[in-house]
């Protein structure tokens, strides 16, 4: 059943909605859509009051680990964390307060996937998958999909396809997928690739990366036949955009009314 996925994207210790194709080495690149005045534990806070479980904490870079924590504390065991999560560090985030994490460039030295950091950080977790999320965040070349870490600014050897999906989830409980080329423009979704990814995945997965409207939900639902949930961020009322976070709480509910009578 496809839902609205709530998020919290920070940089420099603050919470910001990001241009996400900008995000590199120099901050002159950086384009902000938004800067929030609120601490991330307020939308922590915001997200369990409406029950939005599942909502992601994203650490773009350092300096973010404190307001990462701070916002895992304000609902223990319902968010999730990513951003430099590696075998050394993911059981920590857990006893912190994290539901799961999230790993990507970690699992990609020099670029070149490595199923042993895979098995590494998985082991880390006590072999729990249920606790670890593979963040499948990729950029469009032609008419393929590739897996881009380091902020999204390089491209790794690994395509977004049925194989990598079914290879992969053996040892996840979740995909994340930011279409890094719409992520932050507010330009609509990759529709190919959320109907792929409802073909594609058997486990939950949540697409991230252009949803504008309250009806790109709608549209999510059709196109992936519900399995895939959707992340509306730079959008949100609550991030200076147009969509108010009310109404994406709503179809929430609606949809559990749905499924209830049904």
Known sequence: MTRFRACIDLHAGAVKQIVGGSLTSSDADLRTNHVSGLPARHFARLYRQHALHGAHVIMLGPGNDDAARAALQEWPGSLQVGGGINDGNAASWVE????KVIITSYLFPDARFSLSRLQSVLQSLGNDKQKLIIDLSCRRVGARWVVAMDKWQRLTDMDVNQETIANLS????EFLVHAADNEGLQRGIDETLVQRLGEWCSIPVTYAGGGKT?????????LSGGK????????LDVFGGTVKFAECVAWNRREDTAVTEG
């Not at 912190?96 to 539901?99: K, L, Q, S």
């Not at 309250?214 to 059709?222: A, E, F, I, N």
């Open 96 to 99: 912190w307060g994290a539901a």
């Open 170 to 173: 053996p040892y996840c409980s």
């Open 214 to 222: 309250l009806q790109d939900l709608d549209r999510v639902k059709v």
């Open 228 to 235: 895939v949930d959707l992340t509306i961020g730079s959008a």
